[in-house]
């Protein structure tokens, strides 16, 4: 059981677009920033989004985040069949003094 | 650019310790105001942070794996690692090293290296 609450699965046929949520606590995603990272089949994590809603350079402009309260959300717009992949959120806890990890959302491209 | 490469055994037998070094290459590890973490990832399952250290060697660990896990620096190697004792096959996974730029922002990371357990 993650601390950081995701679907399991998403999906969205091309163009469209889809979020991805990710519900925490006061101690994780209330009081810090919260991270998205997208692995590939077979690849390590890649960062997609840090500090709620920045994107790194390389990262498209389809892909945005952001926070409100508690939880964040993954937005990917213009879907593509290359977005295929699971989609993490990540965020330090107070309490456990450590970072926490959502389960995970696989996204399907149909 | 900086980049990470995890190495180790791939096999490691039940009750002993899991050793993984990660080297840093392109930039040197004492450098700016990062901490270098370890990240681990079963088959098939998600994410679990393990633990992170910061070149003055403060180091934080997840508090479910704490009793186990140290993580040690060698800046004159450029390089950082893990030991995980007392392992079981619960420990078999991927792991992953990479540079944190701030709580749980990970970037990059390295390529990743299966670890067994297993007799």
């Known amino acids: 059981q993650s601390v950081l609450t995701q679907p399991p699965s998403a999906s969205g046929t091309p163009g469209q677009r889809v979020t991805i949520s990710c519900s925490g606590s006061s101690s994780n995603i209330g009081s810090n920033y919260v991270c998205w990272y997208q692995q590939l089949p077979g690849t390590a994590p890649k960062l997609l989004i840090y500090m709620n809603n920045q994107r790194p350079s390389g990262v498209p402009d389809r892909f945005s985040g952001s926070k409100s309260g508690t939880s964040a959300s993954l937005a990917i717009s213009g879907l593509r069949s290359e977005d295929e992949a699971d989609y993490y959120c990540?965020?330090?806890?107070?309490?456990?003094?450590?970072?926490?990890f959502g389960g995970g959302t696989k996204l399907t491209v149909l | 650019q900086v980049q990470l490469q995890e190495s180790g055994p791939g096999l490691v037998k039940p009750s002993q310790t899991l050793s993984l070094t990660c080297t840093v290459s392109g930039g040197s590890i004492s450098s700016g105001s990062y901490y270098w973490s370890w990240i681990r990832q079963p088959a098939g399952k998600g994410l679990e942070w393990i633990g992170r250290i910061y070149t003055s060697g403060s180091t934080n660990y997840n508090p479910s794996l704490k009793s186990r896990v140290t993580i040690s620096v060698d800046t004159s190697k450029n390089q950082f690692s893990l030991k995980l004792s007392s392992v079981t096959a619960a420990d078999t996974a991927v792991y992953y090293c990479?540079?944190?730029?701030?709580?749980?922002?990970?970037?990059?990371w390295g390529q990743g290296t299966l670890v067994t357990v297993s007799s």
């Open positions: 990479a540079r944190v730029a701030s709580t749980a922002w990970f970037d990059p």
């Open positions: 990540a965020a330090w806890d107070d309490s456990l003094s450590g970072v926490v």
